[in-house]
């Protein structure tokens, strides 16, 4: 075989492998790999030029002729691949990005209420139609109205007990959280006495209280609500006649209550409440370990040494307070069986708990 008619062998097998592999390339990179092998400086065409330098002058043009012809017939199939592979890569693009506008929606949820939000104002509302005027009071107290007005001494064991929270201090006066919301009581009656108004006075106090303590039945941050009434002849039948109508109207049942002596020091005589319990209705059951009732609450009579700490004539009057807990009651009222499910933001309780206004 000639030098020439080898060099156009070679171009023509050269330019049917191009073709093949052209047209079987899976995507626009590869067919791009595929034009630098063949056509690029060191491509495979460039290689098979080489002979070209050893034909004969006259030959030269013969075979540069159809060099030209193969590079067009592999640029054409380059172009016509590369179109082909475009198209392609768009309806690949389009399939992976595709949206589908019959799916619905995803609705926002309208908010509820918290449910010891809920709670609180339930308390407070069932007093408030009791005739009991709603009062507040700052949550960082000083030490004269959070203890010694309430009769708990500096010395006295119950300011440890109560695991305070101090705030730094700016002045003379050391400050604290509120470990509870009583101090309302003794704001209240000084302001109501000092606008020269005398007894009765009843008024609830809601509020957020702190205290350093966490686990299951207790958080650092907890609510309270403060119920204090101060009159003449004011007694404890008073006391228990308004504790029962708040306990059945607040968990809608005829609930039967007790109160045990115990001690406070800010009230005399003091009683712990217990309510008949509202899951087995007295008969025992875990929740109230068997006894049939559940204590709910702290009470007694205003002790004199309080309402005298603020000024009121604790001959001539006399009044009962009691405090309780509202996460307590939510959970008794809820079923809830953790204090700390209130305060861990988890959206499933609270959707499930909270309450559409
Ligand atoms: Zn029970």
């Given at each position: ?5 080898s060099l156009?062998?070679?171009l023509?097998?050269?330019?049917a ?12 990179d ?5 034009r630098v092998s ?5 491509g ?10 050893k ?10 002729k ?5 590079k ?6 380059l ?5 082909k592979?475009?198209?392609?890569a768009?309806a690949?693009r389009?399939?992976?990005?595709r949206?589908d506008v019959?799916?619905?929606?995803r ?13 609180l104002?339930?308390?407070?509302a069932?007093?408030s139609q009791?005739?009991f005027a709603?009062a507040?009071g700052p ?6 109205h ?6 708990i001494?500096p010395?006295?064991?119950?300011r ?7 705030v ?5 006066t050391?400050m ?5 919301t ?6 209240t009656m000084k302001?109501f006495?000092?606008?020269g108004?005398?007894?009765?006075l009843?008024v609830?106090a809601?509020?957020?209280v702190?205290r350093?303590?966490?686990?299951v039945?207790?958080s650092?941050m907890f609510?309270?609500v403060?119920?204090?009434?101060v009159?003449?002849?004011?007694s404890?039948?008073?006391l228990k006649?308004?504790l029962?109508?708040f306990?059945?109207?607040y968990f809608?049942?005829d609930?039967?209550?007790r109160l045990?002596p115990?001690y406070?020091p800010f009230?005399?005589p003091s009683?712990?409440v217990d ?9 025992g059951?875990r929740?109230?370990k068997g006894?049939?009732w559940?204590?709910v609450?702290?009470?007694g ?8 700490s603020v000024g ?6 006399s009044?009962f307070a009691f405090g309780?807990?509202?996460e307590r009651?939510v959970m008794?009222?809820q079923?809830i069986?953790?204090?700390r ?7 499933r309780?609270?959707?499930?708990m909270g309450?559409?206004?």
């Open positions: 075989m000639s030098e020439i008619d156009k062998s070679q023509e097998s050269l330019q492998e191009a073709l093949a592999a052209f047209a079987a390339a899976a995507d626009l590869a067919l791009q790999a595929l063949y056509l690029g400086k060191k495979a065409l460039t290689e098979v030029l080489k002979g070209v330098g034909l004969p002058p006259a030959d030269r043009p013969v075979i540069g159809f060099v030209n012809q193969t067009q017939a592999l640029a054409q199939a172009d016509a691949s590369e179109a592979l475009a198209v392609k768009k690949q389009i399939e992976a990005e949206i019959t799916l619905s929606g609705k926002r949820g309208a908010g509820a209420l918290h449910p010891v939000q809920h709670g104002d339930e308390i407070t069932i007093f009791m005739g709603v507040e949550e960082i107290e000083d030490e004269f959070n203890f010694d007005a309430l009769n001494p010395e006295h064991p119950a440890a007990m109560h695991d305070t929270f101090f730094k201090q700016m002045s003379d050391p604290l959280l509120r470990t509870h009583s101090p309302v009581q003794i704001r302001r006495l000092a606008e108004d005398e007894p009765p009843a609830v809601p509020g957020r702190y350093c303590d966490y686990d039945t207790h650092p609510h309270q403060e119920v204090f009434k009159d003449r002849d004011v404890m039948a008073h006649g308004v029962k109508h306990l059945s109207t809608e049942k609930v039967a209550i045990r115990h406070f009230t005399e009683a712990e309510i008949g319990c509202v899951f087995c209705a007295g008969k059951c929740i109230c006894s049939g559940i204590e609450l702290g009470s009579m205003i002790h004199p040494n309080v309402l005298q009121v004539d604790s001959d001539a009057f009044g309780l807990g509202v009651l008794l009222k079923g069986p953790d204090l499910l209130f305060f861990e933001n988890d959206v309780f609270l959707s499930r309450v559409a206004k």
